[in-house]
């Protein structure tokens, strides 16, 4: 059996997994490993079961002894905030837990950009602040941006890089503040992303179905497409799992077994209980052998199996058939 190395196994493991677990994996990659592991990973042939088992268990036993560095902690539970809920909401919650909650580092973004948009942020700046810069980059991007830059300072550069020895934070706060003000002049002041549909029905389903109706009302004689977003947002599949048995039941009838179990797959096995309980026994452990015979579904399959449900949901809870809640402030 042939022997993967630690990048290869590391692209079996990121395959094996369902595409929303492996893009979160994927984020937290510098970008030189994001690209290693995506060669290996379009270069992986047929994988057997076997190989598959390794990886995993060399994963393991790697990670038995493993412990959290607490090298730059905080900018690890901010870039984590920031991925979970955005970056306006990481930064108003990171001001709770820190007096000055850190800010993303210019170098850093430098890292992610290509060769032609950091060449006009860096061009007929000093030598040594151009070593600084380039000694951080990944190897070919830092090649491509001296390569770009005027000859008779290329050698300047070169030898500065060489002879670098230790940085003071001195040197690297003047780089950043360098880069923060090109940044600045050469693409403005990036705006926080705010609000949105699901914002929106966030603080809708909050407020009672009297006002509920009204304000969707009033918003879809506005714009359909946007009242549409937000009815969406306000009414997810995991809303669902509040339906008593009966109504449950209601809906299950509504819904042909290939689009249950894909919709079904998209969930963890303890969410499940609820559309189980409202099948006989014999039914449920149908539902869930097909569950296990089907294998791996694709995300998109799942998510579209998702509104399927939803949508028969809906026009149910239109209908008086079903109702989420039990009072006058309650979404029915």
């Not at 209980?273 to 579904?297: C, H, L, Q, T, Y």
């Amino acid at each position: 059996m042939k022997l993967f190395d630690p990048a290869e196994q590391a692209a079996i493991m990121v395959m094996v997994l369902e595409d929303d677990q492996a893009a979160r994996i994927l984020a937290e990659l510098e970008p030189g490993e994001l690209r290693l592991l995506g060669e290996k990973m379009c270069a992986l042939g047929e994988i057997g079961p076997e190989v598959i088992a390794g990886a995993i268990a060399g994963f393991v036993e790697k990670t038995e002894n493993l412990g959290l560095q607490a090298h730059d902690r905080i900018g690890q539970v901010h870039s984590k905030m920031a991925r979970a809920v955005g970056d306006v909401k990481a930064e108003n919650l990171m001001r709770r837990i820190l007096p000055e909650p850190p800010r993303s580092s210019p170098i850093e973004l430098a890292r992610w950009l290509t060769p032609e948009a950091l060449v006009p942020l860096v061009k007929g700046e000093h030598p040594q602040a151009l070593a600084v810069l380039l000694v951080q980059l990944d190897p070919e991007v830092a090649a491509a941006v001296l390569h770009a830059l005027p000859e008779s300072e290329q050698s300047q550069i070169v030898h500065r890089i060489a002879t670098l020895g230790p940085v003071s934070q001195g040197a690297i706060a003047m780089l950043e503040d360098l880069l923060t003000r090109r940044i600045s002049e050469q693409h403005g002041q990036t705006p926080f992303e705010m609000g949105g549909a699901r914002e929106a029905a966030g603080i809708i389903n909050g407020v009672g179905k009297v006002l509920e109706k009204r304000v969707i009302s009033e918003i879809g004689k506005m714009d359909k497409a946007l009242a549409k977003r937000i009815e969406d947002e306000m009414f997810k599949f995991e809303h669902l799992f509040v339906l008593d048995p009966q109504a449950m039941g209601a809906l299950l009838r509504e819904i042909d077994n290939d689009t249950l179990i894909d919709s079904l797959k998209g969930i963890a096995e303890d969410e499940r209980n609820v559309f189980f309980r409202a099948m006989s026994s014999r039914a449920a452990d149908g539902v869930k052998d097909e569950i296990a015979a089907r294998g791996r579904v694709k995300l998109a399959d799942v998510v579209e199996a998702q509104k399927r449900v939803v949508a028969a949901a809906r026009r149910l809870a239109a209908e008086g058939t079903i109702v989420f809640g039990s009072g006058d402030d309650d979404y029915v």
